[in-house]
């Protein structure tokens, strides 16, 4: 275009030089973050840390779902079933936990305070029923009590248990 206006029709063109550099620095301040974000986005749909579905925590302590991954943004339903929009440019920096990775099976601990008097082999017994007894909690593997530490007046049980996937 410039080289028709000077070449063509003669007419200096350095102010119109300075003027689109002027106003390209301005759209590239304007869409920075715009463009972090979409950059951002491709390498997320390349790399695949995550996908639909997946139920994710970021170092920030947001959690959910994943409902939706576009170029911009990455939507989040948490358990309160809202929705958390997060930019992508934050999603390429965050550390990423993903609780449907490498299975949708999870295991978590529960700790227990016991009193001294009551026999080991009833609490453990005891716990493993409880456990077994929930809906959600598998039965392979089993629950899987034990002893974690002797304090001065109760005794802490650990009760590691899994359940079929991690929004149980």
């Given amino acids: 275009l410039f080289a028709i206006v000077a070449f063509v029709f003669e007419q200096p ?3 119109l030089l300075a003027t689109s550099g002027v106003v390209a620095v301005v759209l590239g301040f304007a869409l920075q973050n715009t463009l972090s974000d979409v950059f951002s986005g491709i390498a997320l749909n390349m790399e ?3 996908r ?19 170029w911009r943004a990455t939507h ?13 440019s934050s999603m390429a920096t965050a550390r990423i ?11 978590f601990n529960v700790q227990v305070r016991v009193a001294y008097k009551v026999p080991p082999a009833r609490v453990k017994s005891t716990l493993k029923a409880a ?7 598998k039965r392979h593997p089993g629950p899987i009590p034990r002893i974690l530490s002797f304090e001065d ?8 248990v899994w359940v079929s996937d991690f929004s149980k």
Wanted: aromatic share 10%; with cysteine; proline share 5%.
């Fill in 131 to 137: 456990a077994l007894a929930c809906e959600h909690i």
């Fill in 52 to 70: 639909q579905g997946d139920w994710i925590r970021l170092d920030t302590g947001l959690e959910g779902e994943v409902v939706e991954i576009n």
């Fill in 13 to 15: 063109v350095t102010g």
């Fill in 76 to 88: 989040l339903r948490s358990r309160h079933d809202t929705e958390i929009v997060q930019p992508n």
């Fill in 97 to 107: 936990i993903n609780f449907h990775y490498p299975d949708v099976s999870y295991a």
């Fill in 153 to 160: 007046s109760f005794v802490m049980y650990d009760l590691k």
């Fill in 48 to 50: 695949h840390p995550f």
